[in-house]
């Protein structure tokens, strides 16, 4: 009898592998890598994924798949994705058509971005889309796109590296120090054009890459942890005898902790996120762990050549659907977290596969890759000791309201009592169904941008995914399964439940990678060539020292009447003029 309970707990045991293998195959892991709002100055808009309304962006806001910024007259912002930064003029929209490990894809129909790529994995690109062409970006080097929002053209600088243009029926390469400006959707109507001076939005851009250029950062964290520069002008680096290098804020106010300054907001596929106030905080609270050191918070990153993954928040949230907590109004229903700290496992609410599971604890700290199956396969396990758990003040508590509205947390957060934090139960994500305030996140209402920003077909190189189906058609799954995100399966079978304008995309007919660099004309003194339309452009020969093309007649090789002359009569020719 002791045998076949044995041999049913084993048989148990392998279905459950099974289907938990199985599952992770069947659902497709979320991406590595975000997009981050990093900066801003002026009016920044920003509608989320899948709606069609439009708030206050708001600094440190994650960005993904379907996302949209418009920057207002005199704004400007700066998006980071990896390897790579794309900074927008005043009066520019972007569209975020696809963000995964593979392709950053965006949606140009109107304004100006310098684009900035510092690293690339291989097979990674970077595509910038316009009403007259889709731009790739292959390999590390600095751009700038402009898309006339009164006229059918489309203007690439590559200061240096180079890109790739593709069209209806033709592709072309541009090298480093081209500049183009394309009309029409087949590149037929090609102009060279001189790189116009720095004006003053190349100039912030090129300080704003200084931060990156000079960080002192940069050593000690992974090159693939969005936001790692701004750490430098708001803390200090020390090395500690257990955890290596640590990052320590400056100036925070006393009883700070980690993931109080900020607020929650919902965004697929990962579910409930952090926003952090602070312009530093984008990477204390996406990647690394926490440690409370000599009466202060340090932040440990994880390892340097590990490709880090983002994950949404970092924290164990306490308490089920029954938690309560205290405030000034009486008892009711909370929401309570605290950081993990080294060494401790992240157990994400999302589904996710064994390899991602082990690449999201793997990058962001140091973990024996045994403890990772253990929680992997038994994600039940209750017994785990957190450090920061016993910490004074780590534990940060608000109302459900709170939470669930994305309202500021340090300004509404409630004292825990000691023996509420021991005695209450961990949680992966707290049961707690979101609403449309949680997806718009903390920002104000804000007027849509002219419709014309946004509805402007554009060119493609790559298919973008199908548009999200927006909050209002997964309210129900999610409000039966509060804090649990849907899966990919089950969000791509649902109805968007309110029609909105999606993005026209015209993807260009699958062909060769470009090779062809243009030839360009030569540039007229307003700095525009007028090549023959629908002819290939001409090929510009290299200069001379006396200024003249190189292969060009010289003009004693030429008689007026354009007749051929022998060599025996320029030679004649010749030694007549020396005498």
């Known amino acids: ?14 279905v459950g592998i099974a289907m938990l293998v199985f599952c992770s195959l069947a659902s497709a892991d979320p991406p590595s890598r975000v997009a981050r709002l990093g900066y801003m100055t002026g009016m920044v808009d920003f509608s989320p994924a899948g709606e069609n309304d439009w708030m206050q962006a708001t600094l440190n806001r994650p960005l993904t ?10 704004a400007r912002a700066e998006v980071e994705i990896g390897g790579a930064v794309i900074r927008m003029n005043a009066g520019t929209g972007v569209a975020m058509l696809n963000l995964d490990d593979r392709i950053a894809q965006l949606q140009l129909t ?28 292959r390999q ?16 690439v600088f ?18 480093s120090r081209q500049a183009y400006r394309f009309t029409g959707t087949g590149l ?29 950062s940069a050593r000690y964290v992974s090159p693939y942890v969005i936001g790692y520069q701004d750490l430098d002008a708001y803390g200090t680096w020390r090395i500690d005898a257990m955890y290596g290098n640590v990052w320590f804020p400056r100036q925070v106010v006393i009883g700070w902790a980690p993931y109080r300054d900020g607020h929650w907001v919902w965004l697929d596929p990962w579910g409930w996120t952090w926003v952090d106030d602070a312009p530093w905080g984008f990477a204390v609270t996406h990647y690394g762990r926490w440690a409370y050191l000599g009466g202060r918070w340090g932040w440990v990153p994880g ?30 229903g909370g929401v309570a977290w605290f950081p993990l700290a080294p060494y401790e496992i992240y157990l994400p609410s999302y589904p996710v596969s064994r390899v991602y599971f082990e690449n999201v604890n793997l990058s962001n700290t140091v973990i024996n890759t045994t403890v990772i199956n253990n929680y992997y396969y038994n994600p039940n396990i209750t017994n785990i000791v957190y450090n920061n758990r016993r910490v004074p003040g780590a534990v940060v508590a608000v109302p459900k309201t709170t939470f669930v509205q994305s309202r500021p947390v340090a300004r509404e957060s409630a004292p825990v009592f000691p023996d509420l934090i021991a005695d209450t139960p961990v949680v992966t994500a707290p049961p707690v169904a979101p609403t449309e305030r949680s997806v718009r996140g903390a920002g104000a209402g804000r007027d849509q941008p002219p419709a014309r920003v946004f509805e402007r077909p554009v060119i493609a190189r790559s298919a973008p995914p199908a548009a999200p189906p927006g909050f209002a058609a997964q309210q129900p799954q999610l409000t039966a399964k509060p804090g649990k995100p849907l899966d990919d399966a089950a969000r791509r079978e649902l109805k968007p439940a309110v029609v909105m304008p999606a993005p026209t995309v015209k993807v260009v007919p699958p062909s060769r990678e470009a090779t062809r660099p243009i030839r360009p004309p030569m540039a007229n003194e307003q700095g525009l060539a007028q090549p023959k339309v629908g002819a290939p452009p001409p090929r510009q020969q290299p200069a001379s020292k006396a200024g003249r093309r190189a292969e060009e007649p010289s003009p004693a090789s030429s008689p007026p009447g354009g007749k051929k002359r022998s060599k025996q009569e320029l030679e004649e020719e010749a030694r007549k003029g020396r005498q």
Not at 69 to 74: C, D, K
Not at 140 to 155: K, L, Y
């Open 303 to 332: 390892p340097v050549r590990a490709r880090a993954y983002y994950a949404p928040a970092l924290v164990v949230f306490l308490g089920g659907a029954n938690f309560q907590i205290t405030i000034s109004s009486g008892v009711v």
């Open 110 to 137: 109107q304004g100006a971005l310098n684009v900035r790529v510092r690293r690339l994995e291989p097979g990674q690109v970077v595509e910038v889309d316009t009403p007259n062409l889709a731009l790739t970006l």
């Open 1 to 14: 009898m002791h045998t076949q309970r044995l041999l049913l707990r084993l048989l148990n045991l392998l």
């Open 158 to 175: 590559v200061r240096n590296g180079q890109a790739e243009v593709y069209g209806e029926g033709s592709s072309y390469v541009v090298n």
């Open 140 to 155: 590390p080097g600095a751009f700038r796109i402009e898309v006339d929002p009164a006229a059918d053209a489309t203007t």
């Open 65 to 74: 798949t379907g996302d949209r910024l418009w920057a207002e007259a005199g």
């Open 188 to 216: 037929r109507g090609v102009q060279a054009v001189f790189a116009p001076p720095a004006d003053e939005f190349d100039r912030w851009a090129s300080d704003r890459d200084r931060a990156f250029d000079l960080s002192i």
